[in-house]
């Protein structure tokens, strides 16, 4: 069974540029989660998916970060424009329930903002 | 306050011996804890999770939970070079249903 697939796997950027990052969850995993973890720190979740409606986004910063699942499999974070706190490992992870103790991650994003 | 609070470390345990890891957190109604490993420059991976008191036992790891001192620990027997990495503890907030990670402990294993 494939894992989960995120691209690109490093991206550096300058402030106030546009930068977005790809997840392709587990095939037939209904739930999809955005985490963001800045070095030293434990993951934060971002934005959560169950199927293409969102479940939780309480903590996106919604001024500068969106995301979307189209169709319910895939997925886009998009941050427009960065900031140099925005430098992290982006995570995605996906559950074939809501459930967390099923819930798999795939490699990252490290994102670098100059 | 954190919600969920970990010593930093690193712990530094020999090979062979226990290391015990620990976990506070804040939000009396949480139901649900993990423990996730992380090695350097690699995503968690899930270890245990424990919903109700008391301990939980897989293989060389026992989670234990007391939810009224709202600990949560976790315990590696004989420990392995392989075992150094993060250990990441995780709660699901009661209020808002999602997950809270700590910031992890580093526990290194000497041979």
């Known amino acids: 069974e494939a894992g989960v697939a995120q691209s690109p796997r490093y991206k550096i950027i300058e402030k106030r540029q546009s930068v977005a990052f790809w997840c392709n969850p587990i095939?037939?995993?209904?739930?999809l989660y955005w985490y963001q973890q800045i070095l030293g720190q434990g993951p934060k979740l971002l934005i959560q998916?169950?199927?293409?409606?969102?479940?939780?986004d309480s903590q996106l910063p919604k001024d500068r970060f969106s995301a979307e699942r189209l169709k319910g499999v895939d997925s886009t974070l998009k941050i427009q424009p960065a900031k140099l706190e925005d430098s992290a490992v982006y995570l995605c992870?996906?559950?074939?329930?809501?459930?967390?103790?099923?819930?798999?991650f795939g490699p990252g994003t490290r994102l670098t903002v100059l | 306050q954190k919600e969920v609070e970990q010593n930093s470390g690193p712990l530094s345990v020999p090979e062979g011996a226990i290391a015990s890891l620990n976990c506070t957190y804040s939000?009396?109604?949480?139901?649900?804890f993990f423990w996730y490993r992380q090695y350097s420059g690699k995503s968690p991976e899930l270890i245990m999770f424990?919903?109700?008191?008391g301990d939980k036992e897989d293989g060389r790891f026992t989670a234990q939970l007391n939810k009224a001192s709202q600990y949560v620990s976790l315990l590696i027997r004989d420990s392995q070079p392989s075992d150094s990495a993060t250990y990441l503890c995780?709660?699901?907030?009661?209020?808002?249903?999602?997950?809270?990670f700590g910031s992890g402990t580093r526990l290194s294993i000497r041979p």
């Open positions: 424990i919903y109700s008191n």
């Open positions: 939000d009396r109604g949480s139901q649900s």
């Open positions: 095939s037939g995993h209904a739930t």
């Open positions: 995780a709660v699901i907030n009661s209020s808002a249903s999602k997950i809270i």
């Open positions: 998916f169950q199927n293409n409606g969102v479940v939780d």
């Open positions: 992870a996906s559950s074939a329930s809501s459930s967390y103790n099923e819930q798999f």
